[in-house]
């Protein structure tokens, strides 16, 4: 539970002997999805990516780690839907403003 609690209609499970929930299981290799286009490479360990999950196309910008001499995706990121994405892309200017005032 978060520490503002939970959702509004939302169940307490443990409590009805259920037992804690279960993860779902964490993908193995940075190579089961063949549809991640690598956009540019942001620095030696972020990257951000095009790809499809769910049936969605994201922009995927993400931290990398390497284990076992591969390049796997880490939890640091974000994914952005289309939507996101263009509401960001549609105020890039703005930001560049805000950051070229305060640095």
Not at 12 to 20: F, N
Not at 29 to 49: F, H, P
Request: aromatic fraction near 6%; charged fraction near 40%; include cysteine.
């Amino acid at each position: 539970m978060s520490k503002w609690g939970k959702r509004k209609g939302e169940e307490d499970y443990a409590s009805d002997g259920d037992g804690p929930t279960k993860k779902t299981p964490k993908r193995e290799s940075a190579d089961d999805s063949d549809d991640d286009i690598v956009v540019c490479e942001i620095s030696k360990n972020r990257r951000v990516l095009v790809r499809n999950w769910q049936g969605k196309v994201m922009v995927d910008i993400r931290e990398f780690y390497v284990k076992d001499g591969k390049q796997m995706p880490g939890k640091k990121g974000i994914s952005l839907t289309m939507d996101q994405w263009n509401v960001l892309r549609d105020h890039v200017d703005e930001i560049d403003q805000a950051v070229a005032e305060n640095g």
